[in-house]
Structure formats: structure tokens, C-alpha cells
């Protein structure tokens, strides 16, 4: 099955710690890894991590990324209200040659 | 600072044709590879094309290819999207980003609709 499937929408406390995941298959999350980027309402996305758990330059250590399998997915330790925000993961797909977006995951702080 | 500028978004009748430019700076273009990426509002992510540094290899998705054309101008720092034969699900905030989707620009928006 083609696409990256994420969980349309998660909530947590403040102060607690959410797992996003994303599942692929074999020629994109389990062959090439995954990257994630976070997107508030009316602003452009940005990257959290590429590859699995690299991170660029500014990100905090809060967010963490690891792989198993298909499944790719992003801990977010300590939530803020700024983390309150769409998730997407993202991976190049080999056989389709196509960069995939999951659907996107909705984090709710409460 | 990397910057991303995205300009020539608009309103275009259904069959009509728009081009897009991204203008990069504070790092050095042409050494990177670009992408478009565009969001319906209020919707997820879509990848639509892909080009090497140097023009070598370019991609797109099966939503705009034969109708979308990529490319680039390194000694302007500069990344366009020619888009034809525009569809009203063409309709959409249109990004340019980096390589590795390290940075984004903040989009411009486009239109199609009679």
C-alpha cells in the first residue's frame, strides 16, 4: 500500500511525553528512513529531523526520532503549549519515486 | 540567514498557465538541490517536483507531470515552477524548500477557479 499513514490527531498533557508514528512499507520508511516537520497554523513547515533522528541546528532534544521496521516515529519529551501544533513525516519512496507526506498528526496539549 | 521568497501566485482561470519563482539567499544555491511542495489549505503536505543542483535530474508526481515544468537559474539564485494546463485541484499554497526540506519559503498562494 502506497502513502504514509499517520494518526489524524494525538493529545497529551502538559509536561508529558507523545509518540507520533508513521507507517510505510519497505521501498520508502523501511529503506530510506523517514524525516519529520512540525507546522503551526499559518506558518510554513519546519524540518525536526531528517533520516531518521538527525536533527538540524536549533532543534531541541525534547524532539527525538527513531525507525523500526516500517514504522517511523517522533517523541516529543517535556510538551509545551508551543508544541501544539500538525506533524508530518516524510520519506522518498523508491519504487514510486516519489517523495511521500503522511497525512499529517494533529498534537494537542492540554 | 537561508531565505526563501515564493512570488507569481494568483487567481487563473481553469486551463490557464502561471509560473512561480523562488528566490534563495544567505546560502549557496546552487550546490543544493530544490523542491516544490504544495498545501491546500487546511489540508496536508504534497510533493510536486524535484531538481538536482545542476539540472541533472528532475522529478515530478503523477498529479503534475506532462503539465508542470521545474528548473532553475543558479547565477540568479533562482528556482521556478512553470505550470500549464492549471486545474481547479491545482488550487493551493505553493512552497519551495531546500534539499532536505531544511528550509521552506512562505509560500505563495494560487488560485484556479472561472
Known amino acids: 500500500q502506497a502513502g504514509l499513514t499517520q494518526p489524524p490527531s494525538v493529545s497529551k498533557g502538559l509536561r508529558q511525553t507523545a509518540t507520533l508514528t508513521c507507517i510505510g512499507n519497505?521501498?520508502?520508511?523501511?529503506?530510506?528512513?523517514a524525516g519529520w516537520l512540525q507546522q503551526h497554523q499559518g506558518r510554513p513547515p519546519k524540518l525536526l529531523s531528517y533520516?531518521?533522528?538527525n536533527r538540524p541546528s536549533g532543534i531541541s532534544e525534547r524532539f527525538s526520532a527513531s525507525r523500526s521496521g516500517n514504522t517511523a516515529s517522533l517523541t516529543i519529551t517535556g510538551l509545551q503549549p508551543e508544541d501544539e501544533a500538525d506533524y508530518y513525516c516524510s520519506a522518498w519512496d523508491i519504487s514510486l519515486n516519489d517523495w511521500l507526506f503522511g497525512g499529517g498528526t494533529k498534537l494537542t496539549v492540554l | 540567514e537561508v531565505q526563501l521568497v515564493e512570488s507569481g501566485g494568483g487567481l487563473v482561470q481553469p486551463g490557464g498557465s502561471l509560473r512561480l519563482s523562488c528566490a534563495a539567499s544567505?546560502?549557496?544555491?546552487?550546490?543544493?538541490?530544490m523542491k516544490w511542495v504544495r498545501q491546500v489549505p487546511g489540508k496536508g503536505l504534497e510533493w510536486i517536483s524535484y531538481i538536482s543542483s545542476n539540472s541533472g535530474s528532475i522529478v515530478y508526481s503523477d498529479s503534475v507531470r506532462g503539465r508542470f515544468t521545474i528548473s532553475r537559474d543558479n547565477a540568479k539564485n533562482s528556482l521556478y515552477l512553470q505550470m500549464n494546463s492549471l486545474r481547479a485541484e491545482d488550487t493551493a499554497l505553493y512552497y519551495c524548500a531546500r534539499d532536505l526540506f531544511d528550509s521552506w519559503g512562505q509560500g505563495t498562494l494560487v488560485t484556479v477557479s472561472s
Open positions: 519497505n521501498n520508502n520508511v523501511g529503506d530510506q528512513g
Open positions: 533520516r531518521n533522528n
Open positions: 544567505g546560502f549557496t544555491f546552487s550546490s543544493y538541490a
